[in-house]
DNA sequence: AAGCACACCTGCTAGC
DNA sequence: TGCTAGCAGGTGTGCT
């Protein structure tokens, strides 16, 4: 990146903005990686350093001709040479944007609290059901699933998906997770987020989500309870009931999920 | 010390 | 028709 700008007071609040355009200057975007929900792109020519976005609500990352009009609520702009650039846009400003050391297992290391990715390889049931019912008298079980520190990568949307397609509630107890449930649960997370992720995400109402290229992801038709209050579960037909958990809609089947 | 409430923010919608 | 109040939610912080 030659160009830098940042016009955005918050999008850039980790470290001060002149570190920011000073760590990016000359490099080049690289590797595009994922932890959690933070996207980790390698600088090319540095070391061991990265590019780390965090869209959060309403953020999205367009690559456009840099010719083309700026939407309303850019925030930064990286040059990317060749006439084209990429842009962070974002209404609500929640998201944000920093650049990052890397440690030895190549994540950031501002982020080596989180626990590990929900589609890590490597994360096996009994790991799930341990990191989810260790210690945890009176959490819930979906505010558990949200806690990035346990699992990384799941929101409240996927949380609602995944609790329904294991036929959990998602108000119990996380210390009463049976080990069979759990792993009822690892696969419903996995083949929802592979899933999403195949059919580029969740595109809600608000069409806040898009791609780098603007187009909105196909996974919303294929919410079975996520935002679908009185409709008939897919499962039994009774309606889905919505409730607040931690402070989130929460929506679930309260006849077949236990 | 775990777990909760709240702040942050704008766009959209429901209701008057 | 035009206004406003309410709602959406990921994460950091601060309180109990």
Known sequence: MQRIEVTGRRSVRRQPVEEFAAALQGRTLGVVGRHGKFLVIALDGSQNEALVIHLRMSGQVRLSASLDGRPKHTHVVLGLGGGSEMRFVDPRTFGELFV????????????????????????????????????????????????????????????????????LRPDRRAASLTARQSVM???????????????????????????????????????????????????????????????????FCPSCQT
């Open 185 to 251: 649960l690892h696969r419903s997370l996995r083949r929802i987020l592979r899933a999403a992720i195949a059919a580029r995400g969740s595109s809600l109402a608000d069409a806040a989500y898009v791609d780098t290229l603007g187009l909105p992801g196909g996974y919303a038709a294929r919410h079975q309870v996520y935002a679908r209050a009185d409709h008939p579960c897919p499962r039994c037909a009774t309606p889905i009931l919505r409730i607040v958990v931690a402070a989130r809609g929460t929506h």
């Open 100 to 167: 990052d050391r890397l440690d030895v297992d190549g994540r950031p290391v501002s982020l080596q609290a989180m626990g590990p990715d929900a589609l890590d390889p490597r994360l096996s049931a009994a790991m799930l059901h341990n990191r989810i019912t260790a210690g945890r008298r009176s959490l819930g079980l979906k505010p558990a699933l949200l806690d990035q520190r346990v699992l990384a990568g799941v929101g409240n949307l996927y949380a609602d998906e995944a609790l329904f397609a294991a036929a």
